[in-house]
């Protein structure tokens, strides 16, 4: 059974950095893209980066690049999400989902059920 447990979340102000975890168990998280989504209130879900499996490509939406960087350890079957210069703007409940091949889509449809997130808050 597929298990995504995230953490890292938490109460940060702006300029400040936080870095996501995701645990992984019960699929070979090595030969599968890995993607961190974000749900604010009143706002619709959305991708905010991508990773393949073997991490030669990544995907950013345009309002973290720069800003966020995502990686993954296929040894410890766990993704991260390091961001930085948080912003208000940033404050979700991220949650990381598994793609359903080797290479990341940009369709939220392709990714697999979400974790249960961990809840990120900017603000001063």
């Known amino acids: 059974q597929e298990k995504l447990v995230e953490s890292g979340g938490g109460l940060v102000q702006p300029g400040g950095s936080l870095k996501l975890s995701c645990a992984t168990s019960g699929f070979n998280f090595d030969i599968y893209a890995m993607g961190w989504f974000r749900r604010a209130p009143g706002k619709a879900s959305e991708l905010v980066a991508a990773i393949s499996s073997n991490a030669d490509n990544s995907y950013y939406i345009d309002a973290v690049k720069a800003r966020f960087t995502i990686t993954r350890d296929n040894d410890l079957n766990t993704l991260y999400l390091e961001m930085n210069d948080l912003r208000p703007e940033d404050t979700a409940l991220y949650s990381c989902?598994?793609?359903?091949?080797?290479?990341?889509?940009?369709?939220?449809?392709?990714?697999?059920?979400w974790g249960q997130g961990t809840q990120v808050d900017v603000t001063s």
């Open positions: 989902a598994q793609s359903q091949g080797p290479l990341f889509n940009l369709a939220q449809h392709s990714y697999g059920d």
